[in-house]
C-alpha cells in the first residue's frame, strides 16, 4: 500500500517562483525544489508547507511504509481553471503510482478548498494545515472569521444588532448625556440577547399556526387563554395602582413591591387557573382520559397564589401596611397567625390535588386493565 504525501498549491506560488512545472515527485526533487522556492522569497509559506511534506514522508517510512511525496499546483489564473489542471495532475499521480490513499498538506484557506478534489479520486488519511509560527495568532483568526461569517444565522444574530447599536450611538450621543446613550444601548443590546436566548423569535412565528390551530380545531383553550389574558391584564393594573396610591408615595422599593405583589397574585393566580381548566377541558374533549400532570396544576396554581399571598400580607402587616386579618367576623390572626393560615392551606391544597390526581389516574388504569381484559377474551 503506497502514501501520497500531497503539498498542494492552488495559487501556484512554488511554480511561479521555481520556474518548474507540476507536479514534482520525488524526495530529492522536492529537497531541490525547497531550495529553490526558499531562494526566490525566503517569507513564503510555501517553503514551509515542502518541508511539513518532507518530514510527513520521513515519519511514513520510518513506520516501513511505503510513501512518496508530491506537489500539484493550480497552473491557470482563474480558480475554476486552477482546480482542473490539480485534478488534472492528480489523476497523472493515480496512474503513475500505485496509491491507495493520500496526506494533504496545505498552508491556507485557499488551498484547503482543493481538498474535496483529492477525496473525489483518493482516500484522505489526515490533512495537516501548515501555520508558520509567527503567523499562528492571525490565521488562527483569519479561520474563526471565516467560519463565522459562513454562519447566516450567527451573522444576523451578531452583526445585526451590534450595528444597529453603532448607527444609534451618535443619535442618542447628540440628544442625551452619554451615561443615558450607553444605558439605552445597554438595554436594546440586552432585549435582543434575550430575545434570541429565550427563542421568542420561534414562539413568535409558531403562534399563529397554533392559533388557527386552535380555532379549526374548536379548542375551549382558546377562549380561557383570553380570559386569563385579561385577568392579568386587570391584576397587573390592580397591582400597579396600589403602588401608585399617595399613601405609599416615598417608601423604599420593598414595601411597593410587596403592595404590587399583594393585589395582583390573586388575579394573576385566577387567570393560570382559567387557562389550566380550559388546557383540562380539551385534554378531557379530545382523549376522554385526563393525565396526572392537567390535574395537578390547577391545584398547585392556588396552592403558589395562597403561599406568595400570605407572604406578601404578613410583611405588609408586620409594616403597618395592612389591617389584622378577622375569621369568621370575630377571630383575629397575628401576622404568624396569617403566615402560618396561609401557608397550611396551600399545602392542603396541592395535598387535596396529588391525592385527586393519583385516584383518577388509578381508576383510569383499572379501565385500561379491564379494557385488555375484555378484547383478549
Not at 52 to 81: F, H, K, P, Y
Not at 178 to 202: F, H, Q, T
Request: proline fraction near 3%; charged fraction near 20%.
Amino acid at each position: 500500500m503506497t502514501t501520497l504525501v500531497l503539498c498542494v498549491d492552488r495559487a501556484n506560488d512554488i511554480g511561479r517562483k521555481s520556474g518548474l512545472s507540476t507536479p514534482v515527485v520525488g524526495w530529492e526533487a522536492i529537497r531541490s525544489l525547497v531550495t529553490d522556492v526558499g531562494l526566490a522569497d525566503p517569507e513564503d509559506s510555501s517553503v514551509n508547507c515542502l518541508l511539513e511534506a518532507l518530514r510527513v514522508t520521513r515519519e511514513l517510512r520510518d513506520e516501513r511504509e511505503d510513501a512518496e511525496v508530491a506537489v500539484i499546483s493550480g497552473t491557470s489564473e482563474n480558480a475554476v481553471g486552477a482546480d482542473r489542471a490539480v485534478a488534472l495532475q492528480l489523476d497523472e499521480l493515480v496512474a503513475r503510482f500505485d496509491v491507495d490513499s493520500a496526506v494533504v498538506v496545505i498552508d491556507s484557506a485557499e488551498d484547503e478548498r482543493l481538498v474535496p478534489v483529492v477525496e473525489s479520486r483518493l482516500r484522505v488519511d489526515a490533512v495537516d494545515r501548515v501555520v508558520v509560527r509567527q503567523a499562528h495568532d492571525i490565521e488562527s483568526t483569519y479561520y474563526l472569521l471565516k467560519q463565522f461569517l459562513a454562519d447566516e444565522e450567527l451573522r444576523s444574530t451578531i452583526l445585526v444588532p451590534v450595528g444597529v447599536a453603532l448607527l444609534l450611538l451618535p443619535l442618542l450621543l447628540v440628544q442625551f448625556t452619554p451615561a443615558v446613550a450607553l444605558a439605552g444601548l445597554a438595554a436594546l443590546l440586552g432585549a435582543v440577547l434575550l430575545y434570541k436566548g429565550l427563542a421568542i423569535d420561534e414562539f413568535l412565528a409558531n403562534a399563529p399556526d397554533q392559533v388557527r390551530d386552535a380555532l379549526y380545531s374548536g379548542q375551549v383553550s382558546i377562549v380561557t387563554y383570553a380570559v386569563a389574558a385579561g385577568l392579568a391584564i386587570v391584576g397587573l393594573f390592580l397591582g400597579a395602582l396600589a403602588v401608585r396610591s399617595p399613601a405609599n408615595s416615598g417608601e423604599e422599593l420593598l414595601v411597593p413591591s410587596l403592595l404590587f405583589i399583594y393585589h395582583s397574585v390573586p388575579w394573576l393566580a385566577l387567570a393560570a387557573l382559567t387557562a389550566s381548566a380550559g388546557r383540562l377541558l380539551d385534554e378531557l374533549i379530545g382523549n376522554e382520559v385526563v393525565s396526572t400532570s392537567y390535574l395537578n396544576l390547577p391545584f398547585g396554581v392556588i396552592a403558589i397564589g395562597l403561599v406568595l399571598r400570605g407572604f406578601a400580607g404578613f410583611l405588609l402587616e408586620r409594616q403597618g401596611e395592612l389591617p389584622h386579618l378577622v375569621l369568621f367576623g370575630q377571630l383575629e390572626l397575628t401576622p404568624v397567625q396569617r403566615l402560618v393560615v396561609f401557608i397550611v392551606a396551600g399545602i392542603v391544597i396541592s395535598l387535596v390535588g396529588v391525592r385527586i390526581s393519583a385516584t383518577v389516574s388509578d381508576e383510569t388504569l383499572d379501565d385500561v386493565t379491564e379494557t385488555g381484559a375484555k378484547n383478549k377474551s
